[in-house]
């Protein structure tokens, strides 16, 4: 069976950079993308990034452009999230997700990203 396990979140003062790491164990049969999403105390889970299975055609939330980039070097390796300039609010706790054929039906636990003024 499929697990994904996110590793590399932590506590930086605004300004600073981490990057989160998604691995998958178990295979990647019928994976056709992955994906970043992010929920934040009180809100909903928010769309981050995504990239395709084989590391095209990455995408980005408008929130994230310029300052986060996710990244694949082919479908086999780990899913990476390296984030820049990092603001307050981009403090959440940060989920790497697999879509299958239709949707998005595999999540990983989540890794905690907290940013200080």
């Known amino acids: 069976q499929v697990q994904l396990v996110e590793s590399g979140g932590g506590s930086v003062q605004a300004g600073g950079s981490l990057r989160l790491s998604c691995a998958a164990s178990?295979?990647?049969?019928?994976?056709?993308?992955m994906a970043w999403f992010r929920q934040a105390p009180g809100k909903e889970r928010e769309f981050v990034a995504s990239i395709m299975y084989d590391g095209r055609y990455p995408s980005y939330a408008d929130s994230v452009k310029g300052r986060f980039t996710i990244s694949r070097d082919n479908a086999k390796n780990p899913v990476y999230l390296q984030m820049n300039s990092l603001k307050p609010e981009d403090t959440a706790i940060y989920y790497c997700?697999?879509?299958?054929?239709?949707?998005?039906?595999?999540w990983g636990q989540g890794t905690q990203v907290t940013v200080s003024s």
């Open positions: 178990g295979g990647t049969t019928g994976t056709r993308a």
């Open positions: 997700a697999r879509r299958g054929l239709h949707n998005y039906d595999l």
